[in-house]
């Protein structure tokens, strides 16, 4: 049995309990437990929240498992905060990050859940491994705060809100994997035969669109609710079959490599209720690759290497963008990587590595409609460092530089700039924990996040400034009796830093201010 409390700076708590109770020996058992979180923050962006899950798994035989779950997630009272659009060159002017400046009306609503069941099931030499996946995403209610044109003195040119109803998500998956593993002398071998599938189901669009006119950005503006007037609803729907094969070979810890092929038969059609909207069916049967390698080059350094072509869901149109919510047919993915990873000492280890993903790009155009723009290319290097540095301290520190670039007629013509909206070209972080020498109740830990300026707009002519945030904490362990107690401390944004952060629409949000915890956990 496990207990958590947690108490937050502007009357904000958390709190769960879980258990794990066996019915048969460790052959048959069941685990649940259920969360809430009460959200007061002062600017918005809060809610109240509801958790709870519950698997049971069983244990038939050695290394046979059957698992089935259920999880249902619930949040209320989620107030939209507004997004700010500056109408030119230049950052959005410092506002109250203690004051709510949205519509007191504006709560949203949304309820999901998760369930499913697991098979691992060995025959023999092979081993079965099957899934069943089924997620609902429904959002009886939601809001979207648009702070259009924004100037340099705050005035709002055309406040927008956005309000929706019912917008869901359904989506069945399944997977099933046949494995073959056996060894020839110093070498491992592994065949794996897979088949997936998987559906969804959209509804979206029929929002209400409500302008406010004029506003302030840094004031309180609150309005009266105008009468909800929704139209009717889009629905989009994706079938998705996919088979494959997979062959894999270890070389006793000298090396590595894995071949993949799958075939994939992918169908997604769009149905608009406005009948002057045509129907959108694309199709697509790509054969999608993968291939990866290790090495090791000397003792404790090993190389790596890997190639990936797929096929994913691109991203859905934002709030701004007049086809809001409307999801473009799946794009086509490649990803080139390589690197090394150090055994600087037994608990010490270094991590290099460059990589290339290739995407369509899709972002709005100059009619405010969400749709490809363009090629993306995010080309980077990524450092990490992690382990013990000494006796008692651990570290786990990290730097990304990305170089990412739009090409097409879109940049060639001008209409945008060849950097993606709200890219970085750095994140770096570093967490260290100390626990002092001669004790094990104590310990301390530093955070550290640094962001470099980010590209604000479709042209590139602005950035948002370079933010950094630091965050300290404690930890005291104890026991009552034959519980185990962890009692902990933490200050995030120590030093109260004031950013900016952008969405790949241009959309403007501050960064949340210095914020106090305390937590208290333990298990029975």
Do not use: C
Not at 247 to 275: C, W
Not at 419 to 433: C, L, M, T
């Amino acid at each position: 049995l496990s207990l958590d409390i947690e108490a937050e700076t502007y009357r904000n708590g958390t709190g769960s309990i879980q258990a794990k109770v066996p019915l048969s020996g460790d052959s048959l058992g069941i685990s649940a437990g259920v969360g809430f979180r009460v959200a007061n923050v002062p600017q918005g962006r809060n809610g109240h929240y509801l958790s709870a899950a519950a698997n049971l798994a069983w244990r038939p035989y050695q290394g046979a498992e059957v698992i089935a779950f259920i999880s249902r997630f619930h949040v209320g009272r989620m107030r939209a905060s507004p997004i700010i659009f500056p109408a030119g060159s230049f950052v959005p002017p410092h506002v109250d990050r203690r004051t709510y400046l949205g519509q007191s009306w504006a709560h949203g609503v949304s309820v999901g859940t998760t369930n499913g069941a697991l098979l691992k099931l060995p025959l023999g030499a092979f081993k079965v491994e099957a899934g069943l996946f089924r997620n609902v995403k429904d959002d009886p209610r939601s809001f979207a705060d648009l702070e259009l044109r924004t100037g340099m003195d705050g005035i709002v040119g055309n406040r927008v809100i956005i309000a929706d109803e019912n917008s869901r998500v359904t989506s069945l998956s399944s997977e099933t994997r046949l494995t073959r593993a056996w060894s020839t002398g110093g070498v491992r071998h592994s065949l794996v035969a897979s088949i997936r599938g998987r559906r969804q189901d959209r509804l979206f669009g029929g929002q209400q669109r409500i302008s406010l006119g004029q506003s302030n950005a840094g004031l309180p503006d609150d309005r009266l609710q105008p009468l909800p007037v929704f139209g009717p609803d889009d629905h989009s729907r994706v079938r998705q079959f996919t088979y494959g094969l997979g062959y894999g070979l270890r070389l006793n810890g000298r090396g590595s490599i894995e071949l993949a092929v799958q075939r994939s038969d992918y169908r997604k059609e769009t149905r608009f209720a406005d009948p002057l909207l045509p129907q959108i069916l694309s199709k697509d049967r790509p054969i999608l690759l993968s291939a990866n390698a290790t090495a090791e080059i000397l003792p404790g350094l090993t190389a790596y290497g890997g190639y990936v072509r797929g096929l994913e869901e691109s991203a859905v149109a934002p709030d701004i963008a007049s086809n809001r919510n409307e999801a473009p047919p799946a794009i086509h993915t490649s990803q080139v990587d390589a690197g090394f990873r150090y055994a600087i000492a037994p608990k010490l280890s270094l991590i290099a590595g460059m990589f290339e993903v290739r995407k369509p790009y899709f972002n709005i155009d100059v009619a405010n409609r969400f749709r490809q723009l363009g090629q993306v290319s995010n080309r980077g290097i990524e450092v990490s460092l992690a382990g013990s540095l000494l006796p008692g301290l651990t570290v786990v520190a990290g730097t990304l530089l990305l170089d990412p670039r739009v090409s097409g007629e879109a940049v060639a013509a001008g209409v945008i700039g060849p950097r993606p909206v709200g890219s970085v070209k750095r994140h770096s972080i570093a967490n260290f924990d100390w626990r002092p020498a001669g004790q094990e109740a104590w310990s301390f830990d530093l955070a550290l996040d640094s962001f470099s300026s980010a590209t604000g707009n479709r042209l590139n002519s602005i950035s948002a400034p370079a933010r950094e945030t630091v965050g300290i904490g404690t930890r005291y362990r104890f026991r009552i009796g034959s519980a185990k107690l962890l009692l902990r401390a933490q200050i995030t944004n120590l030093l109260n830093d004031y950013g900016w952060k952008v969405s790949s629409s241009g959309g403007f949000t501050f960064t949340l201010p210095r914020t106090g915890l305390i937590n208290l956990a333990t298990d029975f």
